[in-house]
């Protein structure tokens, strides 16, 4: 059968490159990067090559890049490190209401323990205001964290605009560019960010393994303690090879990420244009153009997303939805109800996200297949039926 | 989402899809929770289910669940349907994943909304 994968949002297959190094590592980097001999130097090697390309990469300096399990334990770290470093400054948070939950759900962490948290509304493209960000804005704010693009719907933040107004009230200011990465250009400075949330495995390096970028002088509570790692900050043995594999991932990214980009705006807008004209009654979510450009998120109405993801994986194809029948919750997803998405089609929300591996020829298929299935769902759904036509 | 082969058969090949012409009893349940919406036909004669068809908006669940319904219903007496609960749509298809336990229900909700349906037909034809 064939295997078609479009979930490149989730996660993204490991670069062969990137396994080389990974594999060079096993053998030469077994050391522990702490240890001052021989073969502590080669593993610490190889953890240092990695930091310097991650930090050229985001503008930054090398002792701002601070390696991490992932993701989460990045934006876990930021709001909490931040949170407990800074309340006697003040006990105010601002963050989006479409966050991922690794954000969301510290927040409401915190907020047991007497943090008030702002959650700003979304408009119907996904994007947050400048004017609602100032709005609020208190005297006893410590942080904004916003995202940098949306995991689901794939819009763009106006990252630049909110990092001058927390620079200039001295805010500081975190962003989670995990799908950012490797998609937009990210520079630390132009950005002002004081802090980032980076992931390897988006980027085709392995799962596991992350980096938080903090600007040189921002102080945060150590999330992690024990040894020395880090400069102090981040305790634990290094996570030599997969650090190794991360570094690698960036630098093909550096090296390439014009290419890639062009790729994937290619596949992603033909797709989009083919199920547009062969599909009716399709709604496109997110911002049409301050998108990331591998993201395609749409709501085919009258038609269940659960439903729809397992006909097409039927057919070897791999999307995501966002319905509630697959959230286990009974709910939409957050980000699709932030959007206020209809009733008719909130249901149908479907994520189409494209890679380096995808071509012309799978989404045919997958086009192909999604027509048929989207035909026989709707020959079977009342709601269909009783369309507004 | 681990649903067993039977409801992922059901789900590929649903039995019984579609509106029933002629159907004297039309049960029609939408779940407010999760969006889903259900209709089951059913032909009573002589107070035994000829035929029964559905139609839904729904997961996998929801559409396995109707379909094996649908089957269970044929040639069951009024009564046999009235007392049909979601324990045994459950059962044939071989369980659901504990969040999915709500469309079985769904089910026998609207195959009680049928059978109602029916009553209040009658009722009006012996005024």
């Known amino acids: 059968m064939k295997e078609i994968y479009l979930d490149y949002a989730a996660t993204t297959p490991t670069e062969k490159q990137v396994v080389d190094k990974m594999y060079e590592a096993y053998r030469l980097a077994y050391g522990n990067p702490s240890s001052i001999h021989l073969v502590g130097r080669r593993a610490k090697g190889y953890v240092e090559e990695a930091r310097e390309v991650i930090a050229s990469y985001i503008g930054a300096d090398p002792k701002e890049i601070y390696f991490t399990s992932g993701g989460t334990e990045c934006d876990n770290w930021a709001i909490k490190g931040t949170a407990y470093a800074r309340q006697k400054r003040g006990k105010h948070i601002i963050t989006s209401c479409i966050e991922h939950h690794a954000i969301l759900h510290s927040c409401e962490y915190l907020e047991k323990q007497g943090y008030e948290i702002t959650y700003l509304p979304v408009d119907k493209y996904g994007s947050v205001s400048i004017a609602d960000l100032k709005k609020a804005i208190r005297e006893d704010t410590i942080l904004i964290s916003i995202m940098m693009a949306n995991n689901e719907m794939g819009t763009l933040q106006p990252i630049k605009e909110i990092g001058e107004i927390a620079k200039k009230k001295g805010i500081l200011f975190h962003s989670d560019a995990v799908q950012a990465l490797g998609s937009v250009p990210i520079n630390v400075d132009a950005m002002n960010l004081d802090m980032m949330s980076l992931s390897s495995h988006k980027i085709y390096g392995p799962k596991g393994v992350g980096a938080m970028y903090i600007r040189k002088g921002v102080r945060i509570e150590p999330f992690m303690h024990g040894g020395a790692q880090e400069f102090k900050k981040r305790a634990g043995t290094h996570n030599v090879i997969d650090i190794a594999g991360f570094g690698q991932a960036v630098k093909i990214l550096k090296e390439n990420d014009k290419v890639y980009v062009a790729h994937y705006q290619k596949i992603r807008d033909y797709l989009r244009d083919r199920i547009t004209q062969e599909i009716d009654y399709v709604q496109l979510n997110g911002h049409c153009e301050k998108r990331l450009p591998n993201n395609l998120n749409i709501s085919i109405g009258y038609v269940e997303g659960e439903a729809l993801l397992l006909s097409l994986d039927m057919e070897g194809i791999c999307v995501s939805t966002g319905s509630a029948c697959s959230s286990g919750s009974l709910k939409p997803s957050h980000v699709a109800m932030a959007l206020h998405i209809g009733d008719d089609f909130i249901h149908g929300t479907t994520r189409f996200t494209v890679g380096r591996f995808t071509s012309i020829e799978d989404i045919d298929y997958t086009v192909d297949k999604l027509k048929e299935i989207v035909a026989r769902l709707r020959a079977m759904s009342p709601t269909y039926r009783e369309r507004n036509i | ?127």
């Open chain 2, 1 to 127: 989402m681990d649903y067993t082969n039977k409801v992922i058969e059901h789900f590929k090949n649903p039995k019984n899809v579609g509106e029933l012409e002629g159907a004297n009893a039309v049960g029609r349940v939408g779940s407010a929770s999760c969006g889903d919406k259900m209709e089951m036909y059913l032909l009573i004669e002589d107070g035994i289910i000829k035929d029964a068809k559905f139609m839904t908006f729904g997961c996998a669940a929801a559409i396995s669940s109707s379909s094996v319904a649908t089957e269970l219903l044929k040639g069951m007496t009024i009564q046999e349907a009235k007392e049909l609960k979601n324990q045994k749509v459950v059962e044939e298809l071989g369980g659901l994943p504990g969040e999915k336990i709500h469309c079985s229900v769904m089910v026998e909700e609207a195959v009680k909304a049928a059978l109602e349906d029916y009553e209040k037909r009658n009722k009006k034809k012996n005024i």
